[in-house]
């Protein structure tokens, strides 16, 4: 098949192959910073150019394979060895092992955590937005409304009666803050946020369309059809919690729906009403949590894994992608599959599997 | 680790240890009610407190762990035994296997489905919510929409043209009514929701965000890339349905995409096109139906369960969370696993394989 | 149990027996067209019917059940052959191996690729939406915004500073375009769609709802919480992607997320931060692709199937439905069970594991 020949984009979108980052459409860098800064701020020890070659000043970062002599670049996971080969990058994060496969023309900032020093470096040249306070002309807001002055709210933005908003909060294009949510300081409320019958801490964020505070999935069985149970809790996102793109969040039943601080959810999740949730944890993308679960610290639950209701998870627990829990998880084990079980037993028994049935069917 | 110490809330968050459900920034409480008339209303049966305690007038609803001596908690699942005999509740609605086990001061309400009794008494306290007629002035109403004067309307709502509302019927912020869609009586219509190419009944509920009505996934392969084949029919909701938030109905290709009376739908959830559910039907938040399956009544599809396109699913038949439904189901009959098989075949075959791979593996 | 008696709906909802597609309400139908221009359009050929009936002017499509003699009708799936005796289509399209069976009064349209042909004759009668050039006045333009006078604005649309929108492309009712986005010629960008940090191709479709270009899951573990890593990088949707209402498409962290020519993705799916796509690949709804992973050309990735990151899928590679995708997938290769496994593998363990289980068991 030839498939859609000769495009033409009217835009003329760059090449995959040397793409830079932080496009100035999009983005605005600081800098430029130098070396002695760059490793003060990211921890790490400075490791000259083996060539002598000796530049101080840097303007930006960029991948491996992209980056310049001016750039700084990091690696962190072994696949991707043969591009430090190549790289051009003026500096490169590394971990102490692979240290010597830096090329010469690079000066290395050694850590034991590569990514961590990443994350500070990036954030250097690329700080977190800042609310640029005003409310835009067409936003409707309640006058009722108790919204801090330093405040930013995007266009077509709503919101309702006795809604507090704590100092340097943004609320987004589109976004609809209903009755009463209080949201603290530094906060950022994405654009097509539905959030109701919430209280949120400070500095969290919501990313577009997420759904947080909607009834819950509540309904008792009777002789005339399903009887709707009224919904009266809330949802508590405490401080530092993240909730991704899409993601719904139900408010609790009787009790509250509560995240824990530092709690960090990804895309298209879905929590349900009552369920509670330590600090720190981690929710994967399409991974859902039924009603009334506990999770305690940490938990890390990965990407399509599903928790039945009821149920506890202890501190430090890991759910692996697509795990089907339908038990309590104890603290500190890893669990997969469906029903979930240890690690290695569901290794050892997809490998048990394979062999008995390739004795028994003799394919090939 | 010792992550995010000395978080500072300014809206004093509540602690989660005796959290009070029906916060009135959010929410607003009816009554009191006395004795009598909650049995009555319940259909359930007055055991009185032991020690003689005798509350006549009761004002509010509460979990056991929170309630007082003037508000009415229940049990329905055994896990929460231990926080009934700690309870302060005036009342416990309780079935009779757990009547002994009411705390002397209480009293309690005695009936075969407390968790029905119980969504009884929580809708008197706090019944549905009521249109509030009127539009807000921010609304874009085209006008030759026909809409009852009892309608409430949101900031930001769109009502294209020809679109037919029925009386009582609430349509949140931002919501979006494509041209032609007709609404019944009562229904409400969350933020953001996106409606079009639908007919829905009375007593429709769409929770913030769904997209009901685009078009499904409908493509031929040429050698000139994907053809899009025209999707030409609609959605229709019978009288009763709920849709979650963020979930997402297909319009029919060349029939129509069938939601049965009474039937509710979890958050995140995907119907494909022409899919056509009976009535009563429950799909719980992540599932997915394929294109032209059809349901009978009464059919239950737990969490992140998904079925395969052009089959059939017969009444009261139950898909377990996870599963994979590659063929057609019998009438009551419970499935689970990927490819789904009958409950008792699943366990059993996780069960052998446990015990076979243990023994080979004999690892501790 | 006798649910929900004597339901009254207002609107009158048609029966689901003879449903009729193109519902007046909702879409517009073009024709009639006469059968040697049917034929030509779809590549098909004209087999009379048998019983010398010789309509030979048609108005519209419909499905076997409901089609008239003045309708074309198609069958593509054995399921439907009993549908096929009884039909009353004018003409019916159809592989060469079912002719045989279409009723003697009507006409077949004969293809090997009946669905293909369906397409293009369907596309006929109810050709694509065009853009109604305009404005809507309640929609927020920035003046910075280099927009074609070609373009259809919906209500409450936003449009930042700096974006770029091609001729014929339309603008959906609350879609909020970000700053500096670029969108190619005749896109069409649903409503409530969130759209930043992207460069757009042309005749992009976005359904209802999605959100593209919000920051992807990147953050490091440090003794103080997470720290957020920067995304500085974009999401390019190449000519002729389609992606599905509530899909969520992260932009990179340091490169670019990039869906190759003529992709779909389909509703609820989620693409994580630097994944790029090849052309013409296909993702059904609620799957996932985590960070980093690579797609080659004309891959298949069926419903809920998950991919962990830094992956790589060989060209014309089939994911099944719910696969759990751990490791790289050579090119050709079709997988499915969570581990991934060849689809030949996992049917094999299937049928062994429920042989030995029912021997070991004996139940009944």
Redesign the interface.
């Known amino acids: ?5 000769n ?5 003329n ?1 760059v090449s ?1 192959k040397d ?1 830079h ?3 100035k ?3 605005q860098c600081s800098g430029p910073f130098d070396l002695e800064h760059l490793s003060t701020v990211s921890d790490t020890k400075i490791v000259a150019a083996r060539s002598g070659k000796s530049i101080t000043s840097f303007t930006g ?3 491996l394979q ?1 980056a310049t002599e001016c750039e700084i670049s990091f690696l962190d ?1 072994k ?1 991707y060895l043969p591009l430090l080969a190549e790289t051009k990058a003026g500096i490169v994060i590394i971990s102490p092992a692979f240290v010597e496969k830096v090329p010469d023309d690079s000066i290395a900032l050694v850590t034991s ?1 590569p ?2 020093a ?3 470096i ?2 250097l ?2 700080p ?1 937005q800042k609310a640029q306070s005003g409310i ?1 002309p ?1 936003a ?1 807001i309640d006058p009722t409304a108790d919204i801090d002055s330093s405040v930013e709210v ?3 933005a ?1 919101i309702m009666p ?1 809604v ?1 908003i ?1 100092k340097g909060s943004i609320i ?3 976004a ?1 803050i ?3 949510v ?1 949201i ?2 530094y906060c950022c409320i ?3 946020v ?1 959030l ?2 919430a ?1 949120l ?2 500095r969290v964020v919501l ?3 997420c ?1 947080i505070g ?2 819950g ?1 509540g ?12 919904q ?3 949802v ?1 996102l ?3 919690v993240e909730v ?3 993601s ?1 969040i ?1 408010r ?5 729906t ?1 995240i824990g ?2 709690s ?1 959810l ?3 999740v ?1 929590i ?1 009403h009552n369920v ?1 949730m330590g ?2 944890c981690i929710v ?3 991974a ?1 949590i ?1 009603g009334s679960t506990q999770l305690g610290d ?1 938990v890390t639950i990965a ?2 894994a ?1 928790l ?1 209701g ?1 149920i506890h998870i202890g501190d430090h627990a890991r759910i692996g ?2 795990c ?1 829990v339908m038990s309590d998880v104890e603290s500190k084990s890893d669990v997969i599959g ?2 979930a ?1 240890p690690f ?2 569901f290794f ?11 004795k ?2 003799k ?1 090939r």
Not at 7 to 11: A, D, G, S, Y
Not at 348 to 358: D, E, H, P, Q, T
Request: net charge positive; proline share 5%; charged share 20%.
């Open positions: 098949m030839t498939l859609l020949q495009p033409v984009n009217k835009f979108i995959t793409e980052p932080g496009d459409r999009f983005f970062i960029a991948p992209a996971n696949r955590r990514y961590l990443w994350a500070k990036a954030s040249f690329y977190k835009h067409t409707f995007g266009p077509f709503v006795h507090k704590g987004g294009a589109h609809v209903e009755q009463g209080e603290g300081d994405g654009s097509h539905s109701s019958h209280l801490g400070n990313y577009p369309g759904r909607q009834d999935f309904f008792a069985i009777s002789e005339s059809g399903f009887i709707t149970v009224p009266v809790g809330r508590i405490k401080n530092d991704g793109a899409n719904t139900d609790g039943s009787i009790r509250d509560i601080e530092g960090r990804d895309n298209l879905q349900g509670q600090r720190c994967v993308s399409q859902g039924s940490f990407a399509q599903g039945i009821h992608a697509q089907g469906s029903p079980m290695r037993e050892r028994n997809v490998a048990v599997l394979r062999k008995i049935a390739k028994s069917y394919i």
